[in-house]
């Protein structure tokens, strides 16, 4: 099958590194039936934004405010390392990763991707404060992708448990620990078409 490798654009503040990768099946092999409507591929972008939304999105820095619409910041999960959170560009075109960490640098983090992109690469992003334990990996995939294969992994259940904010969205969000005993590559299935989608783990 063939691959194809997408970038995204991606907002770093103070000691944070971020870095997005995306590979996926090729669009012409993905099938047309998928939609690529940003609420169709992050449903939770649909929901009413509640005060745990606005908070975090009162959190964000000005670099990643300049890039992501406050009012589209939805809160995927929290644990103890970071609140994981959605959300869209101003133009609406773009679906965002957010990651706001724990640690004593209170590091946030912000990478977006075109929704064309997104529906077949997926969007990763890498944040870390000065101390090595705080690093926390998070990909975030489209709704249509089972990732029930990723979750039966036993070292990513001992990893720490999710607390989720809402019962839409945690499926899509795939956290990385380190040992934590995820294929290198995956090949995911993409619901309602023939075709797998390529979840590929962050290098370590």
Do not use: W
């Amino acid at each position: 099958m063939k691959i194809s490798k997408t970038s995204a654009v991606f907002l770093s503040v103070g000691s944070v590194a971020v870095i997005t990768l995306g590979i996926g099946v090729s669009p012409a092999l993905a099938g047309e039936q998928r939609s690529i409507s940003g609420t169709d591929l992050v449903p939770v972008l649909a929901a009413t934004q509640v005060q745990a939304d606005s908070a975090a999105a009162d959190k964000m820095s000005k670099p990643i405010i300049s890039r992501v619409d406050k009012a589209s910041v939805r809160v995927i999960a929290v644990d103890d390392k970071a609140t994981y959170s959605t959300g869209q560009d101003h133009s609406g075109r773009e679906v965002c990763l957010i990651v706001q960490t724990n640690s004593t640098e209170h590091s946030s983090t912000a990478a977006c991707i075109a929704v064309e992109k997104f529906v077949h690469s997926g969007l990763t992003a890498m944040a870390s404060g000065s101390d090595p334990s705080s690093k926390v990996v998070a990909h975030l995939l489209p709704a249509d992708v089972d990732t029930s294969a990723l979750a039966s992994v036993p070292a990513a259940r001992e990893a720490g448990a999710l607390n989720q904010v809402r019962s839409d969205g945690p499926g899509q969000l795939v956290l990385q620990r380190p040992n934590d005993g995820l294929p290198a590559v995956s090949e995911l299935p993409i619901e309602g078409t023939a075709d797998t989608f390529t979840f590929v783990k962050f290098p370590e």
